[in-house]
């Protein structure tokens, strides 16, 4: 069965904080991706990855950075949280060539006070 | 600008009844348009996947149309259970060497007993 793993479901911090949210996919998929979701917009990406150490900015990636140290995972790092950052965050993957399914992960609900 | 827009923004329905949700988009390069199935506090699943060339796809009580000429896509949901309440994302590829994925804002389906 696939599974895509984030490390927490729910997560609160304070403003200034630095966050780490991890995701862990066991498919052995090159392509690994971060999007945020807020009520009333779509998904948006934040930055992805089509190889270990490889990573590119997508639509919103100001304030965000990220980690691919190995295949099977891809960290999302917000170095000094605000709380415009409070939001459901979505790590998904999928293989390569084009139609193939992407997988999400159950999502991580940060709160930043 | 690459844009997907969602009809009805949420919907009522009747446990047993049929409904039918509206996509419609601004993308090029074509590549492929997909339905996701949301879950309240979960991560979407995919239930379609269609190509330019594909007018209909089945996954079971889901049935998605596709008519590029127009570009507009439906998913029909029959006889709907109560489990089919949750949030029908509607995404639309662009392949420009890279796959680059626009998201509706969904549709908020509820199945009253």
């Known amino acids: 069965d696939v599974k895509v793993t984030q490390s927490s479901r729910y997560l609160v911090k304070r403003t200034g904080e630095k966050v780490f949210l991890e995701c862990v996919q066991d498919m052995d998929h090159e392509n690994m991706f971060w999007y945020r979701q807020d009520p009333g917009l779509g998904l948006r990406l934040i930055y992805f990855?089509?190889?270990?150490?490889?990573?590119e900015k997508g639509d919103i990636p100001e304030g965000y950075s990220v980690s691919r140290e190995k295949k099977e995972r891809f960290s999302l790092i917000l170095e000094s949280a605000s709380t415009n950052q409070t939001s459901m965050y979505l790590c998904a993957t999928t293989g390569t060539g084009a139609k193939n399914i992407q997988y999400f992960g159950a999502g991580t609900r940060l709160s930043v006070l | 600008k690459n844009q997907v827009e969602q009809s009805p923004q949420s919907l009522i329905i009747l446990e047993g009844k049929n409904c039918t949700l509206q996509c419609n988009y601004t993308v090029s390069p074509f590549s492929n348009l997909r339905w996701y199935k949301q879950d309240t506090g979960r991560g979407p699943v995919s239930l379609t996947i269609?190509?330019?060339?594909?007018n209909t796809k089945s996954n079971g009580r889901y049935t998605a149309t596709l008519d590029a000429d127009t570009k507009q896509s439906s998913l029909h949901i029959t006889a709907s259970q109560l489990s089919d309440s949750a949030s029908y994302i509607c995404v639309v590829s662009a392949y420009f060497g890279n796959e680059k994925l626009t998201f509706g804002t969904g549709t908020r389906l509820t199945i009253i007993p």
């Open positions: 269609m190509t330019f060339s594909e």
């Open positions: 990855s089509y190889d270990v150490k490889m990573k």
